[in-house]
């Protein structure tokens, strides 16, 4: 298993998710993370992360000095390569040029890690590499024993080895699919040069969480909140097969689900999966706590409140239920240790709606801590999960509650509900629902003029949003087709009732968010 010590990159959780593509378990800790940890994890590698800092500054991170003193192989990416330049004395300076975006390498010099890897060979017959670089500083002098294997015009040492202590380092980021055969080098590393073969594969990792899950609970009983989104689903496909009938879920139908998703949670893991599952029915419960409500922070609030005392009444119905099932998953794991340690950049992130309920003194288990969304999607797959459920777009906690603008009434969600059935079937027969990152309708509480035959109609406006985005916190938004979007207006206004028009939203994020609430 392979190390990576994050210097504050924004890019270190890609590299985790390369090294897990190319089948090998890794895990990502704090750049000071301290020997004895190290010495516990045992990694067979290490990589050194970038980061934003420069080594020139005063107090800058630096590795332990155990990494390099391991007698494992050690790659560093940008900052990891300069404070490995630095820590084995080497020099780093400013570059009189910063670089940002795309470069071309020339490898140089023979490496392990870079042999036989290019994307073009230069007339003098080297290989060149399309990379991404972003980088205010330069290696100036090489520690002993290291030698060139990579260079730009601008940076010199652009990649360097030490091919006796397996030591590497560049100065690109293989890391961001910009650079094009940066998967390779990440497989070359953690394949060729640390040894790791590709075990980490969908049914290695279900095994393995089912053997952890049936070791921590035993024959106790396990809850699940069930929301039909992808990683409580996952969580409760995995659980079923790990312990069967001591799982119950509680699937809470606040009223504010898309169409027929209740029916079809129900019969994906019910019916067809023979898996425990309430169903509460606590749409009234929901709507009466919204009524008069029109601040948009107050209706979260208020759904999340009514999410967990509808869950708690439940669950407290149960009996001898020990465990709480959670689909927690890396990326929140890495965000909430960078927020407690205050290293990592902290991205703001959603709560999903439900909490554990203070008092049922339950235990967690945690079945999908150590996975990234990719990997949860393939064990999906592997659990035999739908895949219009698996590779389905996210959907926010509070639901149609954050998509009805201001007040939420019954009559809206049922307009909404209709119109963003449509505008998802739409998207799903014209194969554009996957080139989409998140797509849905928006009801606006306000009137518009229009004519249906000779009649003059007067009524509510469906906003419709499609995103492009890597990471959900910057978004595009997709250009579809116009008559994509001709036929999703016509199919709306004359199936629907109660709307007058429909536009569509040509906002970015920034400035907008992507949901409108
Ligand atoms: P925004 O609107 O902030 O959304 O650009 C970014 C992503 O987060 C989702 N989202 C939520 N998810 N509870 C959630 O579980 C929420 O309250 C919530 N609000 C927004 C949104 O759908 C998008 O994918």
Same mark, same amino acid.
């Not at 390498?105 to 017959?125: N, Y």
């Given at each position: 298993?392979?190390?990576?010590? @994050?210097?504050? =990159?924004?890019?270190?959780?890609?590299?985790?998710?390369?090294?897990?593509?190319?089948?090998?378990? %890794?895990?990502?800790?704090?750049?000071?993370?301290?020997?004895?940890?190290?010495?516990?994890?045992?990694?067979?590698?290490?990589?050194? =992360?970038?980061?934003?800092?420069?080594?020139?500054?005063?107090?800058?991170?630096?590795?332990?000095?155990?990494?390099?003193?391991?007698?494992?192989?050690?790659?560093?990416?940008?900052?990891?390569?300069?404070? !490995?330049?630095?820590?084995?004395? +080497?020099?780093?300076?400013?570059?009189?040029?910063?670089?940002?975006?795309?470069?071309?390498?020339?490898?140089?010099?023979?490496?392990?890690?870079?042999?036989?890897?290019?994307?073009?060979?230069?007339? *003098?017959?080297?290989?060149?590499?399309?990379?991404?670089?972003?980088?205010?500083?330069?290696?100036?002098?090489?520690?002993?024993?290291?030698?060139?294997?990579? $260079?730009?015009?601008?940076?010199?040492?652009? +990649?360097?080895?030490?091919?006796?202590?397996?030591?590497?380092?560049?100065?690109?980021?293989?890391?961001?699919?910009?650079?094009?055969?940066?998967?390779?080098? &990440? *497989?070359?590393?953690?394949?060729? &040069?640390?040894?790791?073969?590709?075990?980490?594969?969908?049914?290695?990792?279900?095994?393995?969480?089912?053997? #952890?899950?049936?070791?921590?609970?035993?024959?106790?009983?396990?809850?699940?909140?069930?929301?039909?989104?992808?990683?409580?689903?996952?969580?409760?496909?995995?659980?079923?097969?790990?312990? +069967?009938?001591?799982?119950? %879920? /509680?699937?809470?139908?606040?009223?504010?689900?898309?169409?027929?998703?209740?029916?079809?949670?129900?019969?994906?893991?019910?019916?067809? !999966?023979?898996?425990?599952? &309430?169903?509460?029915?606590?749409?009234?419960?929901?709507?009466?706590?919204?009524?008069?409500?029109?601040?948009?922070?107050?209706?979260?609030?208020?759904?999340?409140?009514?999410?967990? *005392?509808?869950?708690?009444? $439940?669950?407290?119905?149960?009996?001898?239920?020990?465990?709480?099932?959670?689909?927690?998953?890396?990326?929140?794991?890495?965000?909430?240790?960078?927020?407690?340690?205050?290293?990592?950049?902290?991205?703001?992130?959603?709560?999903?709606?439900?909490?554990?309920?203070?008092?049922?003194?339950?235990?967690?288990?945690?079945?999908?801590?150590?996975?990234?969304?990719?990997?949860?999607?393939?064990?999906?797959? *592997?659990?035999?999960?739908?895949?219009?459920?698996?590779?389905?777009?996210?959907?926010?906690?509070?639901?149609?509650?954050?998509?009805?603008?201001?007040?939420?009434?019954?009559?809206?969600?049922?307009?909404?509900?209709?119109?963003?059935?449509?505008?998802?079937?739409?998207?799903? #027969?014209?194969?554009?629902?996957?080139?989409?990152?998140?797509?849905?309708?928006?009801?606006?509480?306000?009137?518009?003029?229009?004519?249906?035959?000779?009649?003059?109609?007067?009524?509510?406006?469906?906003?419709?949003?499609?995103?492009?985005?890597?990471?959900?916190?910057?978004?595009?938004?997709?250009?579809?087709?116009?008559?994509?979007?001709?036929?999703?207006?016509?199919?709306?206004?004359?199936? /629907?009732?109660?709307?007058?028009?429909?536009?569509? @939203?040509?906002?970015?994020?920034?400035?907008?968010?992507?949901?409108?609430?």
């Amino acid at each position: 298993r392979i190390l990576i010590l @994050d210097f504050g =990159s924004q890019y270190t959780q890609l590299i985790a998710r390369r090294v897990r593509e190319a089948g090998v378990y %890794c895990e990502l800790h704090p750049f000071d993370m301290d020997a004895q940890a190290i010495r516990d994890f045992a990694p067979s590698g290490v990589i050194l =992360s970038g980061g934003p800092q420069s080594v020139h500054e005063e107090e800058t991170p630096r590795a332990d000095p155990l990494v390099l003193d391991l007698g494992v192989p050690v790659l560093g990416i940008c900052y990891g390569l300069q404070t !490995m330049t630095a820590q084995l004395g +080497g020099d780093v300076v400013p570059a009189t040029h910063r670089e940002y975006g795309y470069a071309q390498v020339r490898a140089r010099g023979h490496s392990q890690l870079l042999r036989d890897i290019e994307d073009h060979t230069s007339p *003098e017959g080297y290989g060149l590499l399309d990379v991404w670089m972003s980088h205010g500083d330069r290696v100036e002098s090489l520690p002993p024993g290291f030698h060139v294997i990579a $260079e730009t015009d601008n940076a010199p040492l652009a +990649g360097i080895a030490d091919e006796e202590r397996r030591f590497y380092g560049v100065q690109f980021h293989p890391e961001v699919t910009h650079t094009r055969q940066g998967q390779r080098i &990440i *497989e070359r590393f953690v394949h060729d &040069i640390c040894g790791c073969g590709r075990l980490w594969t969908a049914s290695n990792i279900i095994e393995d969480s089912i053997a #952890r899950v049936r070791e921590q609970v035993g024959s106790d009983r396990v809850l699940l909140g069930l929301s039909g989104g992808v990683d409580s689903s996952v969580v409760a496909a995995l659980l079923h097969r790990a312990i +069967g009938d001591q799982l119950t %879920c /509680v699937f809470v139908d606040n009223g504010l689900l898309r169409l027929g998703e209740g029916d079809q949670v129900m019969s994906t893991f019910a019916r067809h !999966m023979g898996v425990n599952v &309430i169903r509460v029915d606590a749409e009234d419960r929901f709507l009466g706590r919204l009524k008069g409500v029109s601040d948009p922070e107050q209706k979260r609030k208020i759904i999340g409140n009514t999410f967990i *005392e509808v869950f708690d009444d $439940e669950a407290s119905k149960l009996q001898d239920v020990n465990w709480l099932a959670q689909g927690t998953i890396y990326p929140d794991v890495i965000e909430s240790a960078g927020a407690k340690t205050g290293k990592a950049k902290v991205i703001k992130s959603h709560h999903n709606v439900g909490g554990l309920p203070e008092e049922m003194n339950l235990q967690l288990v945690e079945p999908l801590r150590e996975l990234f969304k990719d990997e949860v999607r393939k064990i999906g797959i *592997e659990l035999g999960l739908p895949s219009e459920m698996v590779y389905r777009h996210p959907f926010p906690g509070p639901g149609l509650g954050v998509r009805i603008l201001g007040e939420v009434q019954k009559d809206f969600a049922k307009t909404l509900r209709l119109a963003d059935h449509i505008f998802i079937e739409e998207l799903r #027969r014209a194969d554009l629902y996957e080139q989409v990152s998140q797509a849905f309708a928006v009801f606006l509480p306000v009137r518009s003029v229009g004519v249906v035959g000779d009649n003059r109609l007067y009524a509510h406006v469906i906003a419709l949003r499609a995103v492009e985005t890597i990471d959900f916190m910057t978004a595009r938004w997709a250009h579809l087709p116009y008559d994509f979007l001709d036929l999703v207006c016509r199919r709306i206004a004359n199936e /629907v009732e109660g709307v007058s028009r429909v536009v569509y @939203d040509i906002t970015g994020k920034p400035p907008g968010t992507i949901e409108w609430e």
